[in-house]
């Protein structure tokens, strides 16, 4: 998928996408990103966030299809690409960027490489999607994306390889992030 692929309205996020239509009938200034599923940093809103915390409960479970892929962003690369975006706003305005980096990960495979991360020993209970909340039945499909027009007109281009390079690491940056909200 692309920044002109369209968006499916009876998504449970469908709505995102009258919004930015709205957006841009305002007349305002915007550039809207579409970022791929992330991780690294703190991951309080990302599903690896959700897998390390699952797995120090000792119940991680799956939703969904085992053979969905996704695509990801690291929160670092992320920011960078909204810098580059702020660094010219002019040149961008009206645009649609997805950001992500070029990993087809198979999710069940990263929620592993996670879990194991977190030191959990336990399997992975698989459930449906529709046993999950919103975002696992959102998420139900594979989403993957190019960033080719992020790469042409932002000179964008992730510094992170993948999350499994270096799972512990990020699970250490989410434990440190929970220890500060208590």
């Known amino acids: 998928m692309d920044e002109n692929t369209p968006g499916n309205p009876e998504s449970p996020l469908g709505f995102r996408f009258a919004l930015e239509k709205e957006l841009a009938a305002s007349g305002l200034a915007h550039t809207v990103v579409r970022p791929g599923f992330m991780y690294g940093g703190p991951a309080t809103t990302s599903m690896t966030g959700e897998w390390f915390a699952a797995a120090e409960a000792d119940k991680p479970v799956f939703y969904g299809d085992t053979a969905k892929r996704w695509s990801w962003v690291h929160v670092d690369d992320l920011a960078d690409a909204y810098v580059r975006i702020l660094d010219n706003p002019t040149a961008v305005d009206g645009e649609v960027f997805v950001v ?83």
């Open 100 to 182: 992500a980096d070029d990993q087809r990960l198979i999710a069940l495979d990263m929620q592993r490489v996670a879990v194991r991360a977190a030191g959990c020993t336990g399997e992975i209970i698989l459930e449906t999607a529709e046993a999950g909340r919103m975002m696992q039945m959102a998420a139900d499909q594979d989403e993957l994306v190019t960033s080719a027009k992020a790469h042409h007109l932002l000179g964008w281009r992730p510094r992170h390889a993948s999350f499994t390079d270096n799972p512990e690491q990020h699970y250490r940056a989410w434990k440190a992030s929970q220890s500060s909200t208590d």
